[in-house]
């Protein structure tokens, strides 16, 4: 079974500054897909960014960008030029699977609670 | 599309009853899944369809739990019997399959929040 650890229950950062959240997981499988989603508070989890593990280069999406570490199964996100909308609740999940296959379930980590202060 | 929505938003029961929940989902995405999340934690797994098959079933989910999509659209889920323990979040996340072209990417609902006096 998957298993993702985020070891940093609460974080916080002044408006403007970078912050790093960081995830590590278990797996023996090859092939799998990595996420970060944002649950704002009150407010549906949407999707921050996604990661395929055969590329080796890491995705970047605007403010958001990931390191991966594939060998040290670590999966870090970096938040660029904080925002005050950037406070949520942030889960680093894993899924299975390979393209043009049917991938299962995706096991998400306890999350970040990220709070940007002005 | 209007996106994920669940029914209803909250729910306060006494332990003992029955209750069930309903998503419906993007009416393109062939998968449904149901999480579940308490305070302070991650959305945990609870089972997922592809079209009207149930897939898979958490093996820490009781016999109490059920679930159906009767016509792979909308999905029901049913506890019966109620615990306080049940007191959560209950997430809907609809996406396509993998195969399909999709990108494993979850969307989810506001979620169903239960609570069991």
């Known amino acids: 079974a998957q298993t993702v650890t985020q070891s940093q229950p609460e974080m916080s950062v002044q408006e403007a500054e970078t912050v790093t959240l960081s995830c590590t997981y278990d797996t023996s499988e090859n092939n799998y897909y990595l996420f970060w989603y944002k649950q704002p508070p009150s407010r549906q989890m949407i999707l921050v960014i996604r990661q395929e593990a055969y590329k080796q280069q890491n995705a970047t999406e605007n403010r958001f960008s990931v390191n991966f570490q594939k060998a040290a199964k670590s999966f870090s996100l970096k938040i660029s030029d904080s925002q005050l909308g950037d406070t949520a609740m942030y889960f680093c999940?894993?899924?299975?699977?390979?393209?043009?296959?049917?991938?299962?379930?995706?096991?998400f980590g306890d999350g970040t609670t990220l709070t940007v202060k002005p | 599309d209007t996106g994920v929505s669940q029914d209803p938003r909250h729910k306060i029961t006494k332990r003992g009853q029955n209750v069930t929940f309903r998503c419906d989902p993007i009416?393109?995405?062939?998968?449904l899944y149901w999480y579940r999340q308490t305070l302070g934690q991650g959305p945990e797994f609870l089972t997922y369809?592809?079209?009207?098959?149930?897939?898979?079933k958490s093996r820490l989910l009781s016999d109490r739990f059920s679930a159906e999509r009767p016509k792979g659209s909308f999905s029901t889920l049913e506890i019966q019997r109620t615990e306080q323990g049940d007191s959560a979040m209950y997430l809907c996340?609809?996406?396509?399959?993998?195969?399909?072209?999709?990108?494993?990417?979850?969307?989810f609902g506001e979620g169903s929040r239960l609570t069991v006096l």
């Open positions: 369809f592809q079209n009207e098959a149930q897939l898979e």
């Open positions: 996340a609809s996406s396509y399959g993998l195969a399909g072209g999709g990108t494993g990417e979850l969307f």
């Open positions: 009416s393109e995405h062939n998968r």
């Open positions: 999940a894993f899924m299975k699977g390979w393209v043009n296959t049917n991938a299962g379930k995706s096991t």
